[in-house]
């Protein structure tokens, strides 16, 4: 299953990785290739997906011995560790095979409804899941740093939007990071963010709804990934902002996502937990 390292004791975490072909799919491999802790054990792609039966380091021009395959018993063949960056249903499809055979899963996939959420919280009873619509390490920063402000500007009148901007590929809005900034800001004033959040604004709308949390949402061009929290008052605006100008970012807090479930057991954890944020 997983090859000792000749210069250490320690096994290597065996990884494989949901969406192989995909833009993290591909970020995660190389750094998993890249990784002497780590084994890059099975690789996953959607059905009908020309990447199937290829090599998952041939656009690397290199030959991993993994095959690219739908197959998801054979993907998780030997996995200690699953990544997935896909869409819902198919993380929730891996996630049922993998609970069943104690493999952890890392889900970076974001859009799931609540119900599908649910079904993540209950499969986490069986095997170690980690859920975070963003692995950066500066957005998780970000995350803090949006509790603090929103509990030091909760009297005042501040009104808050979250604007986040993305590449033409991007198939939910607003991002998962954006609707978790949303979560972050209404929990840390005592509130939820189903009551408060304004997702559309189109024609005769009327004034601002007092304590909303407004969204915005861009999609152009190959943008990675941008997220602004406003706080308006009166006579100010205090703006946080991050900016991802490459995916580097969100597959290396994966590679720590997973070696830190490889030491869990069951159980539903986020990059807090890895960070040591909570
Ligand atoms: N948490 C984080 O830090 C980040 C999260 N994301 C999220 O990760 C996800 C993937 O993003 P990205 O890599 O840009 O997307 P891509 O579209 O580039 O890649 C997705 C991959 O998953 C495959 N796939 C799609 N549907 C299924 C399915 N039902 N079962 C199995 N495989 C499937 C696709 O195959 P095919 O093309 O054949 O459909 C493709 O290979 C998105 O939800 C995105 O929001 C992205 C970046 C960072
Ligand atoms: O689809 C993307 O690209 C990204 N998706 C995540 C999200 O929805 O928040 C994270 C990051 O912003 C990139």
Same mark, same amino acid.
């Given at each position: 299953?997983?090859?000792?390292?000749?210069?250490?004791?320690?096994?290597?975490?065996?990884?494989?990785?949901?969406?192989?072909?995909?833009?993290?799919?591909?970020?995660?491999?190389?750094?998993?290739?890249?990784?002497?802790?780590? +084994?890059?054990?099975?690789?996953?792609?959607?059905?009908?997906?020309?990447?199937?039966?290829?090599?998952?380091? &041939?656009?690397?021009?290199?030959?991993?011995?993994? +095959?690219?395959?739908?197959?998801?018993?054979?993907?998780?063949?030997?996995?200690?560790?699953?990544?997935?960056?896909?869409?819902?249903?198919?993380?929730?499809?891996?996630?049922?095979?993998?609970?069943?055979?104690?493999?952890?899963?890392?889900?970076?996939?974001?859009?799931?409804?609540?119900?599908?959420?649910? #079904?993540?919280? #209950?499969?986490?009873?069986?095997?170690?899941?980690?859920?975070?619509?963003?692995?950066?390490?500066?957005?998780?920063?970000?995350?803090?740093?949006?509790?603090?402000?929103?509990?030091?500007?909760?009297?005042?009148?501040?009104?808050?939007?979250?604007?986040?901007?993305?590449?033409?590929?991007?198939?939910?809005?607003?991002?998962?990071?954006?609707?978790?900034?949303?979560?972050?800001?209404?929990?840390? #004033?005592?509130? +939820?963010? &189903?009551?408060?959040?304004?997702?559309?604004?189109?024609?005769?709308?009327?004034?601002?709804?007092?304590?909303?949390?407004?969204?915005?949402?861009?999609?152009?061009?190959?943008?990675?990934?941008?997220?602004?929290?406003?706080?308006?008052?009166?006579?100010?605006?205090?703006?946080?902002?991050?900016?991802?100008?490459?995916? &580097?970012?969100?597959?290396?807090?994966?590679?720590?996502?997973?070696?830190?479930?490889?030491?869990?057991?069951?159980?539903?954890?986020?990059?807090?937990?890895?960070?040591?944020?909570?």
């Amino acid at each position: 299953m997983t090859a000792p390292l000749s210069s250490s004791t320690s096994p290597r975490i065996a990884v494989a990785i949901a969406g192989a072909s995909g833009r993290m799919g591909r970020m995660l491999i190389e750094a998993v290739l890249a990784s002497p802790d780590l +084994q890059l054990s099975g690789a996953l792609d959607a059905p009908g997906n020309p990447s199937l039966g290829t090599d998952a380091g &041939a656009f690397l021009g290199r030959n991993t011995g993994v +095959q690219i395959t739908a197959e998801l018993g054979q993907g998780l063949q030997g996995a200690d560790v699953l990544i997935d960056f896909t869409r819902p249903e198919g993380t929730l499809a891996h996630l049922a095979l993998a609970a069943e055979r104690g493999v952890g899963v890392v889900i970076g996939t974001t859009g799931f409804s609540d119900a599908q959420k649910a #079904q993540i919280r #209950q499969l986490a009873d069986k095997t170690p899941v980690l859920l975070s619509p963003n692995m950066s390490v500066g957005v998780n920063v970000t995350f803090k740093l949006l509790e603090m402000a929103a509990k030091a500007l909760q009297e005042g009148g501040y009104d808050i939007e979250i604007v986040e901007a993305h590449h033409k590929h991007k198939v939910d809005a607003p991002s998962g990071t954006a609707l978790k900034m949303g979560e972050v800001i209404a929990e840390a #004033q005592g509130t +939820q963010l &189903a009551d408060r959040a304004v997702y559309e604004r189109f024609g005769h709308t009327g004034a601002r709804v007092a304590n909303s949390i407004g969204f915005a949402s861009m999609r152009g061009g190959d943008i990675v990934g941008d997220h602004t929290v406003l706080f308006a008052g009166d006579g100010e605006r205090i703006e946080i902002s991050h900016k991802s100008s490459s995916r &580097a970012g969100y597959a290396n807090g994966s590679l720590r996502a997973a070696r830190y479930l490889a030491r869990q057991k069951a159980g539903l954890f986020d990059m807090y937990d890895v960070l040591g944020l909570k």
